[in-house]
T-cell receptor, first 111, second 114 residues
Framework: SQKIEQNSEALNIQEGKTATLTCNYT??????LQWYRQDPGRGPVFLLL?????KEKRKERLKVTFDTTLKQSLFHITASQPADSATYLC??????????FGKGTRLHILP | DTEVTQTPKHLVMGMTNKKSLKCEQH?????MYWYKQKAKKPPELMFV???????INESVPSRFSPECPNSSLLNLHLHALQPEDSALYLC?????????????FGSGTRLTVV
């Protein structure tokens, strides 16, 4: 069955360091991979989208990599700040429009 | 306007009640979605409207009934819900159903069924 795994349920990172979150998938051929941020009791906020033929995408302090051979995406936040604390969801969409979300990783940036 | 607006923000309803959730966007997006999210779980797709045509997640019970009056509005009609239906209900939109487009989510309706 199709499966998405995000590396850990929670991750603590010291302020100023780079936070790296992992999204692995099996039995799926995504055309696109997306990353969202979700704060408690709020809807997810779209951050970045990367296509299957792209290796890397950047937006300000955010960087996403996509390795279709390893079936893995890495999401990096550089110079992390306490305001970056949130749950981060990865989502995969295949060519049939089916989208599935990972369970998310709760990121805590410690001051 | 770059937002998806959902009302109400909170709703408490009894198992015999009928209520509706509302969602609105004015970004010209042609696809709109209803998602259900339980605590510490990922969003689960319930319904998709694309160009005002409905696609259903077959596992969604019939006590949930979507309606799309026009391309900017999406409703979710609720009837005879169960306590396990208590969750955060999220509306989202995207430029198109197919293609490399991120979703814009609303803030959600926190539904409690008593």
């Amino acid at each position: 069955s199709q499966k998405i795994e995000q590396n850990s349920e929670a991750l603590n990172i010291q302020e100023g360091k780079t936070a790296t979150l992992t999204c692995n998938y099996t039995n799926y051929s995504p055309a696109y991979l997306q990353w969202y941020r979700q704060d408690p009791g709020r809807g997810p906020v779209f951050l970045l989208l990367i296509r299957e033929n792209e290796k890397e995408k950047r937006k300000e302090r955010l960087k996403v990599t996509f390795d279709t051979t390893l079936k893995q995406s890495l999401f990096h936040i550089t110079a992390s700040q306490p305001a970056d604390s949130a749950t981060y969801l990865c989502a995969l969409m295949n060519r049939d429009d089916k989208i599935i979300f990972g369970k998310g990783t709760r990121l805590h940036i410690l001051p | 306007d770059t937002e998806v607006t959902q009302t109400p923000k909170h709703l408490v309803m009894g198992m015999t009640n009928k209520k509706s959730l509302k969602c609105e966007q004015h970004m010209g997006h042609r696809a709109m979605y209803w998602y259900k999210q339980k605590a510490k779980k990922p969003p689960e797709l319930m319904f998709v409207y694309s160009y005002e045509k409905l696609s259903i997640n077959e596992s969604v019970p019939s006590r949930f009934s979507p309606e799309c009056p026009n391309s900017s509005l999406l409703n979710l009609h609720l009837h005879a819900l169960q306590p396990e239906d208590s969750a955060l209900y999220l509306c989202a939109s995207s430029q198109d159903r197919w293609g490399p487009y991120g979703y814009t989510f609303g803030s959600g309706t926190r539904l409690t069924v008593v």
